[in-house]
Structure formats: structure tokens, C-alpha cells
């Protein structure tokens, strides 16, 4: 598995259904100067699959306050991810989603992303790319293990605090919580407060 960390995100264009129902060729570079947060599914019509989709699309907003594209991408064509949207989701599709449903039926993106297992269908890979079009973080699960929306957000808030304010985010940071000064001066404020106490 590659660490793609602290690299510039692999290119691509592609096919994609956009939110308004339209296909439509998306390519990654059209987004620099936006966070992107970028994942992968194994395939349409699954189980595990559409909960994340749906769980991502449903938190879209949020997402996009803090000036964040999401991208989904998946092995299945742009006709199959439309055919999904027009599946109700109390019958297994999607139905309508906030950010474009990417086609990678040739699979260079994942393999780019090195998330293509040898049967031909991605792992669930995601990856959050900065404005410069550097990924900073990358997580990926296997097939029966869905991801946390709210982890996604939480790492978005803190790679734009850090940014913002040049302090880093320990265990568990929640929006609002101390950060740390990286020196070895300054930040033993925070674990004299942290860890007062505490052997």
C-alpha cells in the first residue's frame, strides 16, 4: 500500500454523474485551490456502500461550508452510478447526491491511489487533498468496514486550523479544543494543563 501523505494527489479526468443528475467530465486539478476529499467504494449496488454515500452526501453541506469538495469514485460507469441515483433508497440506490459520483471503469484511479485489490473493485480509500493539491490524509478499510463521516470532518477541521493558525491538533481534537504550539517551549502549556495531575 502506497503513502501517498505529503504528495501531490495523482491526476485523473473522468466521466462523472454531477448532483444535477448531468454527466459531466470532472478532472481533480479543475479543483485546486479547494480541499477535496476524495474516496473510494467498491462497487454500486452493494450494502456497505450506499450508507456511506448517503451518509456523506447527507453531510455534504457541512463539508462545503468549510470550502471542501467531495468526490466519490468507484470501478462502475457514470450510466451505472446514474441508474443508482434513480434507485430509491429504501430500494438499495442512493437516490439524489450533493457531489459528483466519479467513473473509473478503466481502474487507473485506483490503481493511482493504490487502492485496486487484485479482483478488480477498490478498497474504501480516502484521502484528504489540500489546496495545493498535496494529500494529507489518507485512511483506507477494508470491504466490510464503513467509514466515519465525522472522522472525515474532524480531519478537515483540523488540517484548516493548523493551516490557519500554524498550532497542531492532539489525540481526539474536536473544533474548539486546545492545540499545541509545536516548540519544545511553548507547548508545554498545553500538557501542564492536559496532563496536571496525571502521572
Partial sequence: MSILVQKEAPDFTAQAVMPSGEFKEVKL????????LLFFWPLDFTFVCPTEIIAFSDRADEFEK??????????????????WTNTPRDKGGIGKVKYPLIADLSKKIAEQYDVLLEG??????????????????????????????????RMVQ?????????????ANWKEGAATIKPTVDDSKSFFETEYAGKA
Avoid at 29 to 36: A, E, I, L, M, N
Avoid at 71 to 79: E, F, K, Q, R, T
Avoid at 121 to 135: P, S, Y
Fill in 29 to 36: 486539478s479543475d479543483y485546486r485551490g479547494k480541499h477535496v
Fill in 120 to 153: 478488480g473493485v477498490a478498497l474504501r480509500g480516502l484521502f484528504l487533498i489540500d489546496k495545493e493539491g498535496v494529500v494529507r490524509h489518507q485512511v483506507v478499510n477494508d470491504l466490510p468496514l464503513g467509514r466515519s463521516v465525522d472522522e472525515a470532518l
Fill in 66 to 83: 468549510l470550502g471542501v469538495q467531495i468526490l466519490g469514485v468507484s470501478i462502475d460507469s457514470h450510466y451505472t452510478h446514474f441508474a
Fill in 158 to 170: 483540523a488540517l484548516q486550523y493548523f493551516e490557519k493558525n500554524g498550532e497542531v491538533c492532539p
